[in-house]
């Protein structure tokens, strides 16, 4: 298992050590530590290699964290790095305010371990699921530049992630279009064909048995025919896609915009995200169950 470096950033020692603590319990994690935001800077610009994730706290002397996830987003060497922003501060106006700047993770303190691991594997999966489709993307788009109308159907996670892999190749921007395309994916299997709830997911995510539980949904005779239908057509410099799941539907107006009520949660902002950086637009339609996400392919 590779391993995942984690820069910690706080100005009191007791909140880096109970990170320390919880992080160190779990393999594959590597944690260095800064007490403020200049320091944090240094060690992000000096890192041998890359950090996967920053744990930032928002008030700290000289450079806050707010002021520091700015810097972050600014710079192109550290633009896609996730930030957990942990701190006392969770009015919603101060939420998002974190939200405009870039963090799409919190952890309100104090916390329990169960809570900073969830929060944790959320940002690094997203990070790794934003990456994985760019070295291909050029040649799929040029050997697809004439396909008008292609259509897929599949029931796993697994394919979903393949197929949106594949998919985010014939689109202008591989690297944002993964994201969302993975996303309006694998909601259509889980809270689509599967059923599983929004809070179903959370509580599963802190458990950290979500995937088991999708994969044990996925052997039931209930759900075992059941699929998701894709359909991505070429309409002159525009590109549509749309993913159809044979599940209920669901209260998808609540998630189209980050709510600072759910930013603490594990789960939830990925509609959000994708509406955000992935599509030109992104509509669903009645209940739900259908889902219509356009590009630009210019």
């Known amino acids: 298992m590779a391993t995942i470096r984690v820069l910690t950033v706080d100005d009191e020692p007791l909140n880096l050590a109970i990170i ?4 160190s319990a779990e393999p594959g994690y590597r944690l260095d530590t800064a007490e403020n935001g200049e320091e944090a800077w240094r060690a992000l610009e000096e890192a041998p290699t890359p950090y996967d994730l920053v744990i930032l706290d928002r008030i700290m002397p000289a450079l806050d964290g ?3 996830l700015r810097r972050m987003k600014a710079d192109p060497r550290f633009a896609d790095v996730p930030v957990i922003m942990q701190t006392a501060a969770s009015a919603p106006e101060q939420v998002r305010e974190g939200l405009a700047a870039g963090a799409y993770y919190y952890l309100t303190k104090p916390y329990e371990p169960e809570t900073l691991l969830a929060v944790v594997r959320a940002a690094v999966g997203d990070r790794r699921a934003l990456r994985s489709a760019v070295s291909r993307a050029g040649s799929l788009e040029r050997a697809l530049q004439h396909l008008s109308l292609i259509e897929f159907r599949f029931r796993t996670l697994d394919e979903a992630n393949v197929l949106a892999e594949f998919l985010a190749g014939l689109c202008p921007n591989p690297h944002n279009a993964r994201f969302g395309l993975a996303e309006l994916m694998v909601n259509a299997v889980e809270h689509g064909n599967l059923g599983i709830s929004y809070e179903e997911k ?3 995510k802190r458990e950290d048995r979500w995937l088991e539980e999708v994969q044990r949904r996925l052997a039931l005779a209930a759900y075992r025919d059941k699929h998701v239908h894709v359909a991505l057509v070429r309409d002159g410099e525009t590109l549509r896609l749309r993913v159809t799941d044979e599940g209920r539907g669901f209260d ?4 189209l915009d980050f709510d600072p009520a759910r930013a ?3 789960n939830g902002r990925g509609i959000a995200l994708a509406r955000m950086a992935s599509f030109d637009s992104l509509t669903y339609e009645g209940c739900g169950s259908s889902v219509v996400a356009t590009l630009k392919n210019a």
Do not use: G, I, S, V
């Open 20 to 23: 320390d603590e919880y992080l």
């Open 66 to 68: 707010l002021e520091l």
């Open 202 to 204: 959370a509580r599963l």
């Open 252 to 255: 998808w107006q609540r998630y």
């Open 264 to 266: 603490f949660d594990p």
